[in-house]
């Protein structure tokens, strides 16, 4: 089982940056890969980026690329999430969410994270 607590959400201005934390329990957290996901108000929740689990592989939604960067330390049981250049349409209740070794498909798909944190809120006004 692991439990993931996100952190860093807030409201911030279009441009801004704002850096997301997210912290797990458990003691295979190195063997998991990490994902962000978003999910705007009346919209589905939709892939921002993932981590594999030696942090070697990155993978990112097309919206987010060469905005967000997203990193892990797996001495500290965390992954991070560094959003540069914030827009109005990033605004979202951001996931955090773990895949264990086993699971396997797209990194981008959401059918592949077991567990889930209970989000953070990103709000960027124009």
């Known amino acids: 089982q692991v439990q993931l607590v996100e952190s860093g959400g807030g409201l911030v201005q279009a441009g801004d940056s704002l850096k997301l934390s997210c912290v797990a329990s458990?003691?295979?957290?190195?063997?998991?890969?990490l994902g962000w996901f978003r999910q705007a108000p009346g919209k589905e929740r939709e892939f921002v980026t993932t981590?594999?689990?030696?942090?070697?592989?990155?993978y990112y939604a097309d919206s987010v690329k060469g905005r967000f960067t997203i990193s892990r330390d797996n001495a500290k049981n965390t992954v991070y999430l560094q959003m540069n250049s914030l827009k109005p349409e990033d605004t979202a209740v951001y996931y955090c969410?773990?895949?264990?070794?086993?699971?396997?498909?797209?990194?981008?798909?959401?059918?592949?994270?077991?567990?889930w944190g209970q989000g953070t809120q990103v709000t960027v006004s124009s």
């Open positions: 969410a773990a895949s264990p070794p086993y699971r396997s498909g797209s990194y981008s798909s959401a059918k592949r994270f077991d567990y």
């Open positions: 458990g003691r295979t957290f190195s063997s998991y890969a």
């Open positions: 981590i594999s689990s030696r942090g070697g592989s990155t």
